[in-house]
Nanobody
């Protein structure tokens, strides 16, 4: 089993900054991709930023130049630095990870896709 635990989030005014963090734990073999998604009220969940284990990043057009995603050297944690926040960034932010993990089954190596518990980010105008 693999779990993700998020931290950070909160409320700031227009133009402020926040940082989200997410740590993966469990019988992890590799974490191939980690990312952040968000879901605003009445909207579908949408990707915000992704980072591969080779460091390649990808951002939604709406956050380019304002948000920065990063991973630690071990590759099991990811952060999202959010600057220049706008009211339209208000949403619940979810961490996501995909990779492989060890089990007691045969074959012992399996794929996983897991989500964090969600972090509310509120930007006031």
């Amino acid at each position: 089993q693999v779990q993700l635990v998020e931290s950070g989030g909160g409320s700031v005014q227009n133009g402020g900054s926040l940082r989200l963090s997410c740590v993966a734990s469990g019988s992890i073999n590799t974490v191939n991709i980690m990312g952040w998604y968000r879901q605003a009220p009445g909207n579908q969940r949408e990707p915000v930023a992704l980072i591969l284990n080779d460091g390649t990043t990808n951002y939604a057009d709406s956050v380019k130049g304002r948000f920065t995603i990063s991973r630690d050297n071990a590759g099991n944690s990811v952060s999202l630095q959010m600057n220049g926040l706008k009211p339209e960034d208000t949403a619940v932010y979810y961490c996501n990870a995909e990779g492989t993990y060890w089990t007691d089954d045969y074959p012992s190596l399996k794929f996983f896709t897991v989500w964090g518990q969600g972090s509310l980010v509120t930007i006031s105008s």
